[in-house]
């Protein structure tokens, strides 16, 4: 009788170990690498909030890549601010927003933003006093949520 009790033991504290084994790999091998607003990129006039919804789910330590033109003749300028709540994010106030991504920085491959927490983060373009924000539709936001 203690056999049976034994052996059972046995498979449930292996595969305890091996369900949370399988969750600490998930969570760096599987993180997904999601290029913002897909091939429209970081641009002016795309509803980023609705292409967010669309791209959803997004979890713990996946990468955001912001891709944007240096700003030349042809181009505006673009940047990527984080704001820190909701109601700043609506109104798209920039004051005490933290600035991730320069006018410089979306060219070529980009720059990279890992959701790092399981937290909201609101994203916007800071350009033109929130004008690219407000009316040009560059801002949204995710919750990443676990892999496991």
């Given at each position: 009788m203690a056999g049976?009790?034994?052996?059972?033991?046995?498979?449930?504290?292996?595969?305890?170990?091996?369900?949370?084994?399988?969750?600490?790999?998930?969570?760096?091998?599987?993180?997904?690498?999601?290029?913002?607003?897909?091939?429209?990129?970081?641009?002016f006039g795309f509803n980023y909030t609705d292409w967010a919804l669309k791209t959803a789910p997004f979890h713990v330590n996946d990468t955001l890549v912001f891709k944007y033109d240096p700003p030349n003749s042809t181009t505006h300028a673009h940047s990527v601010y984080l704001v820190k709540d909701l109601p700043k994010f609506l109104a798209c106030d920039l004051k005490r927003a933290q600035l991730f991504g320069n006018v410089m920085q979306g060219g070529g491959e980009g720059f990279e933003f890992v959701l790092s927490k399981r937290k909201t983060y609101y994203f916007v373009c800071g350009e033109k006093q929130g004008f690219h924000c407000s009316t040009g539709l560059m801002r949204f936001f995710v919750r990443p949520a676990k892999r496991c």
């Open positions: 049976k009790f034994q052996g059972a033991g046995f498979s449930l504290v292996g595969t305890f170990f091996l369900l949370l084994f399988s969750c600490n790999v998930s969570r760096t091998v599987f993180a997904a690498k999601i290029n913002v607003g897909g091939p429209a990129n970081w641009t």
